[in-house]
């Protein structure tokens, strides 16, 4: 199976659990923008743990289970909220990424094959 057919496979396993879990609860539908954590006035966003467990997802082989999909969401969460209490404390203490830091942070993310940039 190709990776995105296993990347959408995942999806839809995940969808499933979570709409079996909604079912059996009785709960509302989840949506992106249901908050599920405030630190220190920031919120985290259920999207936000959601692309997280994808991203952990997209590079485990076969489908999970549903107890594999709550543990990385929670672990999810939690590391998203320490990320979020890291900016905060670096931001009361005026902590600042220089524009020659960027660059080698840049370099060492592509070599490293992270398609995505630090600024």
Do not use: C, F, W
């Not at 659990?17 to 923008?33: K, M, N, S, T, Y």
């Amino acid at each position: 199976m190709s990776r995105v057919r296993a990347g959408m496979a995942m999806v839809v396993a995940m969808v499933l659990v979570a709409a079996g879990i909604e079912a059996e609860q009785g709960l509302a539908p989840l949506r992106d923008d249901d908050v599920v954590a405030h630190v220190n006035g920031a919120v985290i966003y259920r999207k936000s743990v959601r692309e997280v467990v994808q991203g952990v997802l997209a590079v485990q082989n076969g489908p999970p289970d549903a107890s594999t999909v709550t543990k990385l969401a929670d672990d999810a969460l939690d590391s998203l909220i320490s990320l979020e209490l890291l900016y905060q404390e670096s931001q009361a203490r005026g902590v600042a990424v220089s524009d020659a830091e960027h660059a080698a942070i840049d370099e060492i993310s592509a070599a490293l094959g992270n398609s995505e940039s630090s600024a």
